[in-house]
């Protein structure tokens, strides 16, 4: 069973950076070769869970947060398959657990059901 894991999260000040990462566990030649399309949602307490960028699988990047333009990059490194999410000048409304998932289309999606794996999630905490 491929798993999907984040890491990177924790507490930062606001103006401050974080980069979080997504890495596919027991990964199968099928996951590595059509799963591709990863995106980033993140889910504040007691908000639905929303999507914030996303790579298709030939790296079109887009963007679904207005709010994190200009400081949220995301990017992948296909030598081992890991997705990072660089964030920078955080504020307290970035604050959430941050997900990442993967689908099978080449085209990314701001829908949660249009994703077929799911990480269990990174906290990122943005307080003074």
């Known amino acids: 069973q491929v798993k999907l894991v984040e890491s990177g999260g924790g507490l930062v000040q606001p103006g401050g950076s974080l980069r979080l990462s997504c890495a596919a566990l027991e990964s199968t030649p099928e996951f590595d070769a059509h799963y591709k399309t990863i995106a980033w949602f993140r889910q504040a307490p007691g908000k639905a869970r929303e999507a914030v960028l996303c790579?298709?699988?030939?790296?079109?990047?887009?963007t679904y947060a207005d709010s994190v333009k200009g400081r949220f990059i995301i990017s992948r490194d296909d030598t081992d398959n890991t997705v990072y999410l660089q964030m920078s000048t955080l504020g307290p409304e970035d604050t959430g657990v941050y997900f990442c998932?993967?689908?099978?289309?080449?085209?990314?999606?701001?829908?949660?059901?249009?994703?077929?794996?799911w990480g269990t999630g990174a906290q990122v905490t943005v307080a003074s």
């Open positions: 998932a993967a689908r099978r289309w080449y085209e990314c999606s701001e829908y949660v059901s249009e994703y077929e794996y």
């Open positions: 790579i298709g699988r030939y790296g079109r990047r887009t």
